[in-house]
């Protein structure tokens, strides 16, 4: 299991086994050596040798937790942040994840037997999701790891694709949390925790919530603001704070930077933190995806040592295998991440800070806009009964094909037809194959709700109750603080940080996220929705609070999509590729996917109905498939 993710972390190695005080129990890690390179390895160990930790992240506070914790007695033997762990733990217990800053993945053994008359296994992730934990429970026993192929390696999977799993992936274009592609392997989802006995290896540990965005003194703060002036100025130290402590590390951080605010606002912050930081962008020459003149500007004006990794097409598309190999789960929206870390490697760094979560935090999608306008459609769809919604059916669709396109059209009909399919508007504007007669075609869609326990615990975790729950929470808060929510729960925690991490480390690069700093997400989400936002201005907030930083004119460009040039490119060089794929769906998808259904989704494409990502979605899917199972 360790050996299948060397590419995680190929400076070094750990493991423990003790037979003796934990039978049964053997854990091991792999290591991408940023802070402490010489003596940080793991386990970590307290000074008893009773608590233990393998830990994956990086906490972005532990300089402050380590003067607190030394006040209370405890010695430290090592300047990493992992040491920190184990005497958190000793001091706080469970209660340790609230004082923790930072994305990670963690799995604590304490061997006392003061609480407990067996050894404990303490698993945690942090609260956005930025670094994975998937489990699985079989008659052999637990399991637990990093990546879902490590399970696979290990004998612990059945190599069965789940149901559930596949409705969702073609829903969405990727597996929704907490969910895997595979038969009884679940994600640890985001801000959650499981606690277990070492010794017990037949009944499935339950997930608990352990994080809760409304209770912090950051959102507090933030009830406490009137006006958008406030907000913006209370928000500034915050963006700082943020890069500050992401910059932390004793190896070369670098900066992905596109034309996009996100990461101009924290290329202008970090420029002042270090001077001659190193920035790069992928470059797409002499084609209308190019980012690089305007990544240039800011650049120049923020005097980072900038560099542009030239990706000509050719090139790219003779890479996409490898692009595809990298995925630990398919999705339809991980490869341009992979040509971003690839570009940062041959760069020559270790940690790039990337701007993601700006879109989810501060208004940047569509989703902002179309998610009111479904919901009124869904409202006047209750009072529609099911006859007249098909009646007037190919109306809507033909008018709002021709105002935007036949997948928006297919959406909003989705919506008109089967208003209670999904539990929230804003999972209609995300979806890929829509609910209903789209999806059918394709596979037999499942809808599982979970099962829960008298004291509300889930014992059996669907994607359908974790999208319910997203819902549940998304209703507690005003206008677009709802869809930002959602977004962070749904597209940004089961697509975006899942395929960043897993193309990122394919390349033993780690990727920080600046703008998903807990607290500051704290922040801006308990504001009031009327100070997120101004006008129809996209991301006001974040762009008034650095305006004087960068030129009004990167402040106030229209957003663009980084992507790359599907659309050509299936029409062109990939048109074999995708078509002999087709022809011949892998084993353990075939059972599942219709054929005549991944016919009529390419025929729709070559005759410009549909989008490249749904017969992109299929190819990914199949060929994930045929590689792993």
């Known amino acids: 299991m360790a050996a299948v993710m060397r590419h995680r972390g190929p400076d070094d190695d750990g493991f423990l086994f003790n037979e ?13 050596s940023i802070i402490d390179l010489k003596t940080g390895r793991q386990p970590m160990w307290n000074e008893a040798r009773d608590v233990a930790v393998i830990f994956n992240g990086e906490l972005y506070n532990y300089r402050e937790l380590r003067e607190r914790l030394t006040l209370s007695g405890h010695r430290f033997s090592t300047q990493s942040d992992t040491e920190i762990l184990v005497h958190a733990w000793e001091e706080w217990g469970e209660d340790c994840l609230e004082e923790l800053r930072g994305m990670f993945a963690l799995a604590l053994l304490d061997l006392r037997r003061r609480y407990a008359t067996a050894p404990l296994l303490f698993l945690a992730r942090d609260p956005l999701g930025i ?67 070492v010794p017990e290896r037949r009944r499935m540990p339950r997930a608990r919530a352990w994080w809760d965005a409304t209770r912090s003194p950051a959102a507090k703060e933030a009830r406490t603001i009137g006006d958008f002036s406030s907000a913006a100025r209370s928000l500034r130290p915050r963006l700082e704070d943020a890069v500050r402590a992401h910059l932390i590390a004793d190896v070369p951080v670098g900066l992905f930077l596109s034309s996009g605010l996100d990461s101009s606002a924290i290329a202008a912050i970090a420029a002042r933190e270090r001077t001659g930081i190193c920035s790069f962008t992928v470059s797409f020459p002499g084609t209308a995806y190019d980012e690089a003149p305007q990544a240039r500007s800011v650049a120049k004006h923020c005097r980072t040592k900038h560099r542009e990794i030239p990706l000509e097409g050719d090139a790219a598309v003779s890479r996409l295998d490898e692009a595809v190999a990298a995925l630990d789960q398919p999705s339809m929206d991980g490869i341009n991440t992979h040509f971003v870390s690839w570009a940062a490697r041959e760069a020559g760094l270790k940690v790039a800070l990337s701007g993601l979560g700006g879109d989810e935090l501060f208004g940047g999608y569509a989703t902002f806009t179309d998610t009111p306008r479904i919901k009124r459609m869904i409202q006047m769809a209750w009072f529609a009964p099911l006859p007249l919604r098909k009646a007037v059916a190919p109306l809507l669709r033909a008018v709002i094909a021709s105002r935007s396109s036949p997948d928006a059209a297919r959406k909003a009909v989705a919506a008109w037809l089967t208003p209670d399919a999904l539990p929230h508007p804003y999972f209609f504007t995300r979806a890929l194959f829509p609910v209903g007669e789209e999806l059918s075609r394709l596979i037999a869609p499942r809808f599982r709700p979970s099962s829960v326990a008298a ?98 004119e990167i402040l106030t460009q229209k957003k663009r999509t980084f992507t790359l040039p599907w659309e050509e490119w299936l029409r062109g060089p990939l048109r074999k590729r995708l078509e002999a794929s087709f022809a011949e769906l ?30 992109w979605s299929i190819y990914v899917m199949n060929e994930w498939c045929r590689r792993n199972l």
């Not at 003796?20 to 991408?32: D, E, K």
């Open 20 to 32: 003796v005080r934990a039978p049964g129990l053997a854990l091991g890690m792999r290591r991408l």
């Open 131 to 197: 670094k994975p934990l998937y489990y699985t429970q079989t008659n052999d026993g637990f399991a637990f790891a990093s990546e879902v192929r490590a399970l696979i390696a290990g004998g612990m999977s059945s190599k069965k694709v789940s149901q559930d799993a596949l409705t969702a992936y073609f829903l969405f274009g990727s597996v929704s949390e907490p969910v895997t592609l595979l038969d009884g392997v679940f994600s640890l989802p985001p801000g959650h925790r499981m606690l277990l006995y």
């Open 455 to 552: 004291d509300g615990v889930t014992l059996e975790p669907t994607w359908l109750g974790w999208l319910e729950r997203a819902a549940d929470g998304a209703r507690k808060v005003e206008g677009m603080g709802s869809v930002s929510w959602l977004e962070m729960r749904s597209y940004m925690a089961s697509t975006l940080l899942r395929d960043t991490d897993s193309v990122s480390m394919a390349r033993s690069l780690e990727v920080r996220v600046p703008l998903l700093d807990t607290p500051l997400v704290e922040f801006v989400g308990a504001l009031p929705a009327a100070l997120r936002q101004r006008d129809a201005q996209p991301k006001a907030l974040l762009s008034e609070a650095i305006a004087d930083l960068l030129p009004q």
């Open 586 to 615: 892998a084993p353990g998808l075939a059972g599942y996917l219709h054929g005549e259904g991944v016919r009529e989704v390419w025929s729709a494409f070559l005759a410009g109905k549909t989008s490249w990502s749904r017969p």
